[in-house]
């Protein structure tokens, strides 16, 4: 039995309990919030009348000596959750995105590595269906290596609130998820980012609510990225709408059901060459899907197993200085590296 104690009771933590509620041997020992009412609330919801529940992680990680903790706090509170985890020999798994700033992702991974614990994220768009199929169907190489991976994200979502007034809410708030399903998908290592950011007349959010940037993910790669909170009509999927060019042939996925692939074909129809569709696999036995719920079982088997989670914090990492490289390149203006420290 693998015990757990979960910080931070806001909304997003119904996910984590859902999910954890369906996982034979996993316990939730501990319930931590800095409202008490809030988290006696999901001891009640969640009925976990034996667990812990406490304002102080430190007191209730005392008093309970799990195995691991679940980290569902604002980012800005990510480094000090952590610290604590491992000083108590904890492993941590922690809600995307992994930290509030470079200089704490990377004290937050050095920290793990010290402590010898598993510290994994949950970028759970790793964990859609067609996600795990375009990167199995790549792999194959059938139609060659991927050159120019580009990606549509466009909705309006009124979530009224922090998001409205956050700068950056765009790139900050959402952009990871596209992000790091572009870098997997594609085996993609950012190397470098452009990006601009702008407010349309039509747009509700103070600032950053639509953006574009190009990012060179080495090996000859291209990942473009073009994104709006405030584009009413034609939405795309909260998944986004993905166009992968290859070598030879290109693939496209609609962000819902819709997924096909194209090779080239022996012959020309004048200028163009021809071309024939070409089946993308279903999901295989040991993908990994299923969002928060796939995510926790990979964290669970890794620290069973003595291995690393696909989600790990030492990896997730790039996927974070992709967010921050384009947002230091919209606001300056210019071409930003990604700091080499993450590879």
């Known amino acids: 039995m693998m015990k757990a104690v979960l910080v931070g009771c806001g909304a997003m933590s119904k996910r984590w309990l859902d999910a954890a509620r369906q996982i034979d041997g996993l316990d939730v020992v501990g319930l931590v919030d800095l409202d008490a009412e809030r988290a006696q609330a999901r001891a009640r919801e969640y009925e976990l009348a034996r667990a812990v529940v406490g304002t102080s992680l430190d007191a209730v990680l005392d008093q309970t000596k799990p195995d691991a903790v679940f980290d569902v706090v604002v980012p800005a509170a990510r480094r000090e959750v952590a610290f604590s985890a491992f000083a108590h020999n904890c492993h941590l798994l922690t809600e995307k995105p992994l930290a509030d700033s470079p200089r704490n992702a990377r004290a937050i991974i050095e920290a793990a590595r010290r402590a010898g614990r598993v510290h994994a994220v949950v970028q759970n768009r790793r964990y859609v269906d067609n996600v795990r199929r375009i990167r199995r169907f790549l792999d194959t190489g059938v139609i060659g290596k991927p050159t120019s991976i580009h990606a549509d994200f466009f909705v309006a979502p009124h979530f009224g609130g922090f998001r409205e007034e956050m700068a950056h809410v765009l790139l900050l708030d959402m952009a990871i998820h596209t ?39 080495g090996g000859g790669k291209v990942f473009t990225y073009a994104g709006s909170w405030c584009a009413d009509g034609f939405r795309t999927s909260w998944e986004g709408s993905w166009r992968i060019v290859a ?6 996925w ?19 060459d021809n071309t024939r569709a070409i089946e993308v696999p279903p999901l295989d036995p040991a993908d990994r899907v299923d969002g928060h719920l796939g995510i926790i079982k990979d964290f669970m088997h890794a620290i069973e197993t003595g291995t690393e989670p696909e989600t790990r914090g030492a990896d997730n990492i790039k996927s974070l200085a992709m967010v921050f490289g384009a947002i230091e390149s919209a606001e300056t203006g210019r071409r930003v590296a990604i700091a080499q420290e993450t590879q």
């Open 247 to 252: 070598e030879r042939g290109s693939l496209i």
């Open 179 to 217: 992000f790091d399903a572009a870098r997997f998908m594609v085996g993609g290592e950012p190397a470098s980012v452009y990006c601009q950011e702008w407010e349309p007349a039509n747009s509700w959010y103070r600032q950053g609510s639509s953006a574009s940037a190009m990012f060179d993910f």
């Open 254 to 272: 609609d962000g819902h059901d819709m997924l096909k692939a194209e090779v080239v074909a022996p012959g020309r129809d004048g200028l163009i």
